[in-house]
Protein backbone atom coordinates (compact mmCIF):
# COMPACT_ATOMS: atom_id res chain seq x y z
CA UNK A 1 0.00 0.00 0.00
CA UNK A 2 1.49 3.83 -0.74
CA UNK A 3 2.00 5.81 2.32
CA UNK A 4 -1.75 7.70 1.81
CA UNK A 5 -1.03 9.77 4.58
CA UNK A 6 1.54 12.60 3.19
CA UNK A 7 -1.34 15.29 2.37
CA UNK A 8 -3.43 14.15 5.18
CA UNK A 9 -0.22 15.48 7.67
CA UNK A 10 -0.60 18.76 6.48
CA UNK A 11 -4.29 19.19 7.23
CA UNK A 12 -5.52 22.45 8.10
CA UNK A 13 -8.74 23.71 10.57
CA UNK A 14 -10.89 26.44 9.96
CA UNK A 15 -13.95 27.57 12.19
CA UNK A 16 -17.38 29.69 11.62
CA UNK A 17 -17.32 31.75 14.79
CA UNK A 18 -20.77 32.91 15.87
CA UNK A 19 -21.94 35.89 17.94
CA UNK A 20 -22.40 35.28 21.54
CA UNK A 21 -26.38 35.76 20.91
CA UNK A 22 -26.48 32.85 18.81
CA UNK A 23 -23.24 30.03 19.99
CA UNK A 24 -25.21 27.83 22.13
CA UNK A 25 -27.99 27.19 19.61
CA UNK A 26 -26.36 27.38 16.51
CA UNK A 27 -22.68 26.47 17.09
CA UNK A 28 -20.71 24.27 14.65
CA UNK A 29 -17.06 23.66 13.62
CA UNK A 30 -16.14 23.05 10.39
CA UNK A 31 -13.09 21.34 9.10
CA UNK A 32 -10.76 21.33 6.39
CA UNK A 33 -8.04 20.02 4.53
CA UNK A 34 -6.37 19.31 1.31
CA UNK A 35 -7.16 16.79 -1.29
CA UNK A 36 -5.15 13.44 -0.96
CA UNK A 37 -4.06 12.84 -4.67
CA UNK A 38 -3.37 8.51 -4.09
CA UNK A 39 -5.64 7.01 -6.70
CA UNK A 40 -6.05 4.35 -4.46
CA UNK A 41 -8.09 6.56 -1.91
CA UNK A 42 -11.02 5.31 -0.94
CA UNK A 43 -12.59 7.76 2.13
CA UNK A 44 -11.64 9.58 5.03
CA UNK A 45 -12.62 8.79 8.89
CA UNK A 46 -13.16 11.92 11.38
CA UNK A 47 -12.05 10.82 14.50
CA UNK A 48 -13.17 13.21 18.31
CA UNK A 49 -12.69 12.88 21.23
CA UNK A 50 -13.39 15.29 24.46
CA UNK A 51 -10.16 14.12 25.81
CA UNK A 52 -6.67 14.87 24.08
CA UNK A 53 -4.16 12.47 22.52
CA UNK A 54 -7.52 9.60 21.82
CA UNK A 55 -9.41 8.69 18.66
CA UNK A 56 -13.18 8.10 18.53
CA UNK A 57 -14.68 7.42 15.29
CA UNK A 58 -16.67 10.17 14.46
CA UNK A 59 -17.68 9.77 10.75
CA UNK A 60 -16.95 8.62 7.24
CA UNK A 61 -15.76 10.94 5.02
CA UNK A 62 -16.11 10.40 1.37
CA UNK A 63 -12.95 10.74 -0.65
CA UNK A 64 -14.29 13.29 -2.98
CA UNK A 65 -14.63 15.78 0.34
CA UNK A 66 -12.25 18.46 1.59
CA UNK A 67 -14.21 20.03 3.86
CA UNK A 68 -16.37 18.58 7.13
CA UNK A 69 -18.97 20.33 9.17
CA UNK A 70 -19.61 18.74 13.12
CA UNK A 71 -23.22 19.76 13.40
CA UNK A 72 -23.02 17.87 16.72
CA UNK A 73 -20.48 20.18 18.85
CA UNK A 74 -22.01 21.42 21.98
CA UNK A 75 -21.18 24.70 22.87
CA UNK A 76 -18.03 25.31 25.78
CA UNK A 77 -16.73 22.15 24.96
CA UNK A 78 -13.32 21.75 24.00
CA UNK A 79 -12.91 19.03 20.96
CA UNK A 80 -10.10 17.31 19.75
CA UNK A 81 -9.92 16.25 16.27
CA UNK A 82 -8.14 13.78 14.17
CA UNK A 83 -8.38 12.70 10.42
CA UNK A 84 -7.14 9.55 8.09
CA UNK A 85 -7.32 8.19 4.96
CA UNK A 86 -8.25 4.47 3.96
CA UNK A 87 -7.31 3.10 0.85
CA UNK A 88 -9.41 0.53 -1.20
CA UNK A 89 -8.16 -2.23 0.78
CA UNK A 90 -9.69 -1.01 4.33
CA UNK A 91 -5.89 0.07 5.37
CA UNK A 92 -6.13 3.42 7.33
CA UNK A 93 -3.09 5.54 7.22
CA UNK A 94 -1.77 6.98 10.07
CA UNK A 95 -3.45 9.93 11.66
CA UNK A 96 -3.22 13.95 10.83
CA UNK A 97 -2.39 16.21 13.31
CA UNK A 98 -4.18 16.87 15.95
CA UNK A 99 -6.71 20.33 15.50
CA UNK A 100 -8.09 21.40 18.99
CA UNK A 101 -11.41 23.39 18.39
CA UNK A 102 -14.20 24.62 20.74
CA UNK A 103 -17.58 26.20 18.72
CA UNK A 104 -16.68 29.92 18.64
CA UNK A 105 -12.85 30.01 18.63
CA UNK A 106 -10.40 28.23 17.18
CA UNK A 107 -8.02 26.88 19.80
CA UNK A 108 -5.27 25.28 17.91
CA UNK A 109 -3.77 24.07 14.91
CA UNK A 110 -1.49 21.88 14.24
CA UNK A 111 1.02 20.16 16.75
CA UNK A 112 0.32 19.94 20.24
CA UNK A 113 2.15 22.91 21.72
CA UNK A 114 1.54 24.35 25.33
CA UNK A 115 -0.08 27.65 24.68
CA UNK A 116 1.76 31.01 25.32
CA UNK A 117 1.90 32.91 28.16
CA UNK A 118 1.12 36.06 26.97
CA UNK A 119 -1.92 34.88 25.33
CA UNK A 120 -5.83 35.22 26.13
CA UNK A 121 -6.70 32.61 28.51
CA UNK A 122 -9.63 31.10 30.43
CA UNK A 123 -8.75 28.99 32.75
CA UNK A 124 -11.40 26.36 34.68
CA UNK A 125 -13.37 27.37 37.61
CA UNK A 126 -12.04 26.41 41.51
CA UNK A 127 -13.71 24.07 43.07
CA UNK A 128 -16.07 22.64 40.50
CA UNK A 129 -18.35 21.45 41.39
CA UNK A 130 -19.10 24.50 43.67
CA UNK A 131 -21.36 25.88 46.91
CA UNK A 132 -21.73 28.67 47.65
CA UNK A 133 -18.86 30.19 46.06
CA UNK A 134 -15.96 29.36 42.53
CA UNK A 135 -13.34 31.27 40.90
CA UNK A 136 -12.86 31.86 37.31
CA UNK A 137 -9.30 32.89 36.30
CA UNK A 138 -8.42 34.58 32.70
CA UNK A 139 -5.54 36.26 31.41
CA UNK A 140 -5.26 39.51 29.27
CA UNK A 141 -1.88 40.16 27.19
CA UNK A 142 -2.70 43.73 25.78
CA UNK A 143 -5.49 46.22 26.93
CA UNK A 144 -8.92 44.96 25.89
CA UNK A 145 -12.58 44.97 26.48
CA UNK A 146 -12.98 41.89 28.71
CA UNK A 147 -16.85 40.31 29.19
CA UNK A 148 -17.67 36.98 30.84
CA UNK A 149 -21.04 35.89 31.50
CA UNK A 150 -22.95 32.78 33.03
CA UNK A 151 -25.33 30.84 30.31
CA UNK A 152 -27.55 28.18 31.87
CA UNK A 153 -27.54 24.87 29.70
CA UNK A 154 -30.42 26.39 27.14
CA UNK A 155 -27.95 28.86 26.28
CA UNK A 156 -29.82 32.01 28.04
CA UNK A 157 -27.34 34.65 29.91
CA UNK A 158 -27.90 34.15 33.97
CA UNK A 159 -25.26 36.07 35.00
CA UNK A 160 -22.55 39.08 33.37
CA UNK A 161 -19.35 38.95 35.94
CA UNK A 162 -17.27 41.00 33.74
CA UNK A 163 -17.47 43.77 31.09
CA UNK A 164 -14.76 46.47 31.28
CA UNK A 165 -11.28 47.57 30.01
CA UNK A 166 -9.02 45.39 31.06
CA UNK A 167 -5.28 46.31 31.18
CA UNK A 168 -2.90 43.45 30.25
CA UNK A 169 -2.26 40.69 33.30
CA UNK A 170 -4.13 37.85 34.77
CA UNK A 171 -7.09 38.33 36.75
CA UNK A 172 -9.77 36.88 38.56
CA UNK A 173 -13.55 36.88 39.69
CA UNK A 174 -15.90 35.01 41.94
CA UNK A 175 -19.18 33.85 41.00
CA UNK A 176 -21.48 33.46 44.29
CA UNK A 177 -24.44 31.28 42.48
CA UNK A 178 -26.59 34.01 42.02
CA UNK A 179 -28.12 35.24 38.78
CA UNK A 180 -28.10 39.61 37.55
CA UNK A 181 -31.24 39.99 40.26
CA UNK A 182 -29.46 38.46 43.25
CA UNK A 183 -31.53 34.94 43.41
CA UNK A 184 -29.62 31.87 44.07
CA UNK A 185 -29.91 29.79 40.98
CA UNK A 186 -30.96 26.08 40.55
CA UNK A 187 -27.79 23.23 41.17
CA UNK A 188 -26.96 22.35 37.67
CA UNK A 189 -24.29 22.70 34.98
CA UNK A 190 -23.57 26.09 33.43
CA UNK A 191 -21.35 27.56 31.46
CA UNK A 192 -19.02 30.91 31.25
CA UNK A 193 -17.65 32.33 28.24
CA UNK A 194 -15.37 35.02 28.08
CA UNK A 195 -15.01 37.37 24.49
CA UNK A 196 -12.15 39.75 24.14
CA UNK A 197 -10.98 41.15 20.54
CA UNK A 198 -10.98 38.18 18.73
CA UNK A 199 -11.07 36.21 21.89
CA UNK A 200 -14.12 33.50 22.60
CA UNK A 201 -13.97 30.46 24.59
CA UNK A 202 -16.40 28.80 27.33
CA UNK A 203 -16.26 26.45 30.11
CA UNK A 204 -18.71 24.50 32.05
CA UNK A 205 -19.37 24.41 35.73
CA UNK A 206 -21.44 22.83 38.63
CA UNK A 207 -23.57 24.45 41.22
CA UNK A 208 -24.33 22.24 43.57
CA UNK A 209 -26.89 23.63 46.34
Not at 7 to 14: A, H, K, N, P, R
Not at 75 to 103: H, M, R, W
Not at 155 to 165: D, K, W
Request: glycine share 6%; aromatic share 12%; hydrophobic share 35%.
Amino acid sequence: MKRISAFILTCSISLLIFSNLTFAQQGFIQLAWRPNVELDLSHYIMYRDTIPGTMVYLETIPSTDTMFTDITAVCCFTYYYKLTAVDFSGNESSPSNQAIASVGIITSVGNDEENVANDFELKQNYPNPFNPTTTIEYSVPQQSRVSITIYNIAGQEIRNLVNEFKETGNYKVEWDGKDDNGRIVSSGIYFYQMIAKDFREGKKTIFQK
